[in-house]
């Protein structure tokens, strides 16, 4: 079974603070994902990877940026966390290659809070 | 573009009742569809899937059409379950990396 955690299940922040949430992948997918989940709204896209040190914008990646050095890692950097950001952080991963549609298997999610 | 619409809830149903949760997608090309769970506290994972049109997905009891005519991919359960409280995603995919989620429907089901 595919196996995709994420660093923190909880986590509060400061205004201003740097927050770095990370993520694992153990079945050497090509593709990464950080959506962010809240009520009424589902799953937007912020950032997506589909190979080492590649990375594309999602719908949403003012205030993100993103980090993939190795292909098991892809890490969400708020580079000064604002209350705005508060949601629940999801990390996802495909098996990819080009013009595949792909099942995406999801880590448990990161409940960002930001005072 | 690309988009999926899917019913608001909360749905509410007793034990044993039927369900059917409306999903209808705008897309150009041949997408891929999908339904998405989500049980409290976890992450999402995939319920079925159906890639070409007149597909049918299904898993643990959930089923769903892939209707092409009518645009629309709508999931069923003959006797839903309490362990079926959740919130339930339809999704769609046309292959260029990016997928479509809709807002989500939770379901509460009552013993």
């Known amino acids: 079974d595919v196996k995709v955690t994420q660093s923190s299940r909880y986590l509060v922040k400061r205004t201003g603070e740097k927050v770095f949430l990370e993520c694992v992948q153990d079945?050497?997918?090509?593709?990464m994902f950080w959506y962010r989940q809240d009520p009424g709204l589902g799953l937007r896209l912020i950032y997506f990877s589909y190979d080492v040190k590649m990375k594309e914008k999602g719908d949403i990646p003012e205030g993100y940026s993103v980090s993939r050095e190795k292909k098991e890692r892809f890490s969400l950097i708020l580079e000064s966390a604002s209350t705005n950001q508060t949601s629940m952080y999801l990390c996802?991963?495909?098996?990819?290659?080009?013009?595949?549609?792909?099942?995406?298997?999801f880590g448990p999610g990161t409940r960002l809070t930001v005072l | 573009g690309n988009s999926v619409t899917q019913m608001e809830g909360p749905v509410t149903l007793s034990e044993e009742a039927f369900l059917t949760i409306n999903c209808t997608y705008t897309?150009?090309?041949?997408?891929?569809l999908f339904w998405y769970v989500q049980y409290p506290g976890e992450g999402l994972q995939l319920l079925l899937k159906?890639?070409?049109?007149?597909d049918k997905g299904s898993n643990k009891g959930f089923e769903a059409t892939y209707r092409k005519e009518t645009t629309s991919f709508h999931l069923e359960k003959g006797s839903v379950q309490v362990s079926d409280s959740a919130v339930y995603f339809c999704a769609l995919d046309t292959g260029g990396f990016k997928t479509i989620f809709g807002a989500g429907t939770r379901l509460f089901v009552k013993a």
């Open positions: 996802a991963s495909s098996l990819g290659g080009s013009g595949r549609t792909d099942t995406q298997y």
């Open positions: 897309a150009t090309g041949y997408p891929s």
């Open positions: 079945m050497d997918h090509e593709n």
């Open positions: 159906a890639t070409k049109a007149d």
